[in-house]
């Protein structure tokens, strides 16, 4: 498996030389292309993903993101066509300036080149990450993992059509055999990747993280919080509660821990009356589970232990944390964040500047839910993933966190002094 795997590593370092060279024009032409064909071809990608689908139990909480649908499809394609739209983020000019010596100096835009990643379960990253590596000009290595192993054959499969149709190499981009031992040979890939990024649940990215030779970006594992400060409006705070734990639960900006005020808990079980009618299991510490006991479904409601916080949940499940003020809130969040995404549900201005100034995450929100911690809803286009380190990129990545830039000096005949 090894010399098959470098020999195709070889193959997509080689392809990646060139695409740099490529026209907009065409990239866009076969992005446009590949979005048309993904709609066409629906039945045959919901057969293939079906396969994958019936060797999941339907409560694994990696079953929703797994799950393709003609809507989702039709999303799918919708996100191409905007990355299409996109400006080209390659060869533009950041800095320019003329030296002492007389040269010409320019900061310019360039592809980062083989970009590495390695994901669980959701057969959409496979159209995003080609999407927005062609898009920049970047050759891409998937690594998927065996749940999604038909379906990730099915949409590489329809891209590597495309690829062809538009006399493309259909080395720029190459699935990996799902196996375990291709992850590790991604990681050693010194001389063949330029960058490996990690999506997925926690492990995966220690893993990644502990094990990799060749640069890592971090993104994926989302614990996130939400405070319901002594100054929130209720009915607003209620309607984001809602939606940032229940409107799509397995993603990794939905709420995993409600952090209340104390002098709010008399209001908490209308808070929850939303996540009562949908099913969330609620994990209360003592005096939250105090104020909801008797007023929240008892097989619904437990005691909080020392795993309910700093736990990303992916399901219907919740942690909730009493805190008698911001200074309270802002330790926890300290504490078990992950750094991606975190809100503060408040009218006092003073309590919100303080929390937008003070937490350390990549998107950080007053009064709205954290589900739009989003490439596309931040007006990115698809993202590859939300990144939660400082290096580099932070937050959704998406065109212009996948190019880095080389300096051009252009002289005549200039030498330096001894």
């Known amino acids: 498996m090894k010399q098959e795997i470098i020999k195709n590593l070889q193959q997509v370092r080689k392809a990646s030389r060139n695409l740099s060279l490529l026209g907009v024009e065409i990239i866009n032409k076969t992005l446009l292309a590949l979005a048309d064909e993904a709609e066409k071809e629906t039945d045959f990608l919901l057969a293939e993903n079906q396969k994958d689908l019936a060797l999941m139990d339907k409560q694994d909480p990696k079953y929703d993101r797994l799950l393709l649908t003609k809507e989702r499809i039709e999303g799918i394609a ?31 835009t360039v592809p980062l080149g083989v ?8 057969p959409n990253v496979t ?26 054959m099915a949409v590489v499969s329809l ?14 981009v190459y699935l990996m055999p799902p196996e375990r031992e291709a992850t590790e040979i991604l990681l050693n890939a010194v001389g063949y990747v330029d960058i490996v990024i990690p999506r997925g649940s926690q492990s995966l990215i220690n893993f990644v993280r502990d094990h990799a030779k060749v640069p890592v970006i971090e993104t994926g594992a989302g614990i996130v919080h939400t405070y319901f400060d002594e100054s929130a409006d209720l009915e607003k705070g209620k309607a984001i509660i809602d939606n940032a734990k229940t409107r799509r639960v397995s993603v990794c900006n939905a709420l995993d821990c409600l952090i209340i005020n104390s002098k709010r808990l008399n209001q908490l079980s209308v808070i929850a009356e939303p996540l009562a009618k949908k099913g969330v299991e609620i994990f209360a510490d003592e005096k939250s589970y105090k104020a909801l006991n008797g007023n929240y479904p008892s097989q619904l409601l437990h005691h909080a232990d020392a795993n309910s916080f700093g736990t990303e949940f992916l399901s219907m499940k919740m942690a909730i944390k009493t805190v008698d003020n911001l200074d309270e809130a802002l330790e926890h969040i300290d504490q078990y964040g992950s750094k991606h995404s975190e809100a503060i549900i408040a009218e006092d201005k003073a309590a919100i500047d303080k929390f937008l100034k003070s937490v350390d995450a990549a998107a950080v929100y007053s009064n709205t839910s954290t589900a739009f911690t989003d490439g596309t809803q931040f007006g990115l286009g698809a993202e590859i993933g939300i990144s939660t380190q400082k290096l580099h990129a932070r937050g959704p990545m998406a065109l212009a966190e996948l190019t880095s830039y080389k300096w051009v000096i252009e002289g005549d005949g200039q030498v330096r002094a001894p």
């Open 159 to 172: 891209i590597h059509r495309v690829l062809h149709r538009n006399n493309l190499s259909t080395d720029v």
């Open 115 to 122: 970009i590495g990643i390695i994901y669980e379960s959701r």
């Open 78 to 108: 919708n996100d191409i066509r905007n990355v299409s739209k996109l400006d080209y983020p390659v060869g533009k000019v950041l800095l320019e300036k003329t030296l002492p010596s007389g040269l010409e100096a320019k900061k310019i």
């Open 127 to 152: 159209f995003d990450v080609f999407s927005l590596c062609l898009k920049s000009g970047n050759a891409c290595i998937l690594k998927g993992s065996k749940d999604a192993h038909y379906s990730n």
